[in-house]
């Protein structure tokens, strides 16, 4: 079973800057895609950025420009550098991890997901 363990939210003011870090118990080159999400209250949880296995990475429109998505081979890690934090930006973080498994002898895409931690950002 794939474990996601994040580190690094927490509450800043607006303007501010929080990088959270992602650890994989495998390599995350295992997966076609690892990434983080976000979910505010009474929100529906959103795609914020993703990298794939050859560096490739996308982002939601909200956060280009402002957030920076990293890997770490070496550490089977990933980070998420965030700058000129909003308001909006607040919501609990989850790590995300993507693949194909056969599941009842069927390729099935699969989710992993970390436990989520909590970035506030203060007005």
């Known amino acids: 079973q794939v474990q996601l363990v994040e580190s690094g939210g927490g509450a800043v003011q607006a303007g501010g800057s929080l990088r959270l870090s992602c650890t994989a118990s495998e390599s995350t080159f295992s997966f076609n895609a690892i990434g983080w999400h976000r979910q505010a209250p009474g929100k529906q949880r959103e795609l914020v950025a993703a990298i794939s296995p050859i560096g490739a990475a996308n982002y939601a429109d909200s956060v280009k420009g402002r957030f920076t998505i990293s890997r770490d081979n070496a550490k089977n890690a990933i980070a998420l550098q965030m700058n000129s934090l909003q308001f909006e930006d607040t919501a609990v973080y989850y790590c995300?991890?993507?693949?194909?498994?056969?599941?009842?002898?069927?390729?099935?895409?699969?989710?992993?997901w970390g436990q989520g931690t909590q970035v506030t950002v203060s007005s």
């Open positions: 995300n991890a993507r693949r194909m498994e056969v599941v009842n002898f069927q390729p099935q895409q699969v989710d992993y």
